[in-house]
Every structure is written in C-alpha cells, then in structure tokens.
C-alpha cells in the first residue's frame, strides 16, 4: 500500500508558465517532505523540502505548498525552463526515523520551449 | 571525484553469479544507504549504514548482503539473484540518521540486470 502517492505519471507545460506538482500522503505520523529532481543516468537531487510546522517554503522558482488536513503537498515551479525537464519525486519522512525516507512513484516534468 | 559515485553503472549477471555493487561518498558523511528503483515502482530502501553499524534491514532477502567499512565506502553483495531483482540500485549519503539531516545525496545507480 502506498503511503506517498504521485497520481500523475506525467505533465507538460510551456516554457515561462507555472509547473505544478502534486503529492499525497495517508501517514499521519509524516512530518518531513521533500522534493528531489531525478535527470536520466544520473541520480536524485535533492530540490526543496518542508517540515510540518510549516505551510509553505520558498527557494527560488521553486516554493512547496503543504496542507496537513488534506495530507497533501505541492509543489510550484515559476517561471517553468527547458533544463527543468526531468523526474520530481516526493519523499516524506516521520518523526523519530527521519532518515527513512518514503518515495512516490514520481511524475515526469516536460517543459516544451 | 565529488559526491556520491556508484560501480558499476551497469551490470548484467546470471543467477549463479556472485557480483558486488561498490558506492563510495566523498562529502564526509556519517550515514549510506542502499535503495532499490523497479521499474513504475517508487524507490526502495533497503539497507542503513550509520557510523558503519547497521541500523536499518528492510526485510531485504538474503541473497543481498550489504557491508560497510567505513563511512565512506558501502557494498552491497549479490549471490543467487532472481530476474525480478534487475533494477537500479541506488546508494546515498546523509550528514547523520539524527534529527533534521534528512537531506539524503544519491549515486548515479547500477543498472542490474539478471539473466
């Protein structure tokens, strides 16, 4: 059963327009979320993240939305470039293992020039 | 080298092979780990290292067997594998398992395939 959820495989937008990706989670005991960016033969980077005492960080073109009640994140990406083309995995830890990170199954990003 | 590199980048192996995947983090890290990416499946973790000890066995078969001799260097041992277990194995680094080093940095990955 998965615990983080990336109910979209896939997504394409226009250069300069706003990206967004959603996550959802259903582990109450999540209190860490992150964001990593995934190019082809090269690892995961990690992008962004957001403890739960917050509804919102910003770093950037990048700013991660969190709603607790609705167990969902996003994550903006604005203005969206052709170099941000790649794999966007939501990860979530919980407290007292935080180093065990859950993933989702990631969407893949396509900005057209 | 920087970061986190992993060899092999790709492997091919029949089920009677013994082979070993070798990560190794150059950040000065006290935690690795080994994850597992099957194809339209999310990544996996399979194994944590901190400060060499083992902290972390995700009810990971036998046939895989991690070690880990320092901080900087992790292997993971593979013997008697099955065709289902051809994925990308990744590896990645932490600053520490403790309370806000969450921030984990990742290999390239083996690409394994069994035969």
């Known amino acids: 059963d998965q615990q983080v959820k990336q109910n979209s495989p896939s997504l394409s937008v226009q250069e300069g327009r706003i990206s967004i990706l959603n996550c959802d989670y259903t582990n109450s005991m999540f209190d860490y979320f992150l964001w990593y960016k995934k190019y082809p033969a090269e690892g995961p980077t990690f992008l962004i993240s957001i403890s739960s005492i917050k509804d919102k960080n910003e770093d950037g073109r990048f700013t991660v939305f969190l709603n607790k009640s609705a167990k969902h994140l996003s994550l903006h990406i604005v203005p969206s470039q052709p170099g941000d083309s790649a794999v966007y995995f939501c990860a979530a830890s919980a407290r007292g293992s935080n180093y065990k990170l859950t993933f989702g199954k990631g969407t893949l990003l396509t900005v057209n020039p | 080298e920087t970061g986190v590199t992993q060899t092999p980048r790709h492997l091919v192996m029949g089920m009677t092979n013994k082979k070993s995947l070798k990560c190794e983090q150059h950040l000065g890290h006290n935690a690795m780990y080994w994850y597992k990416q099957s194809a339209k499946k999310p990544l996996e973790l399979m194994f944590v290292?901190?400060?060499?000890?083992?902290?972390e066995n995700n009810s990971v078969p036998s046939r895989f067997s991690p070690e880990c001799p320092n901080s900087s260097h992790l292997f993971l041992h593979l013997h008697t594998l099955q065709p289902e277990d051809s994925a990308l194995y990744l590896c990645?680094?932490?600053?520490?398992?403790?309370?806000?080093?969450?921030?984990?940095?990742f290999g390239p990955g083996t690409r394994l395939t069994v035969l």
């Open positions: 290292y901190s400060l060499e000890e083992r902290v």
């Open positions: 990645a680094s932490s600053q520490s398992t403790g309370p806000a080093y969450n921030e984990q940095f």
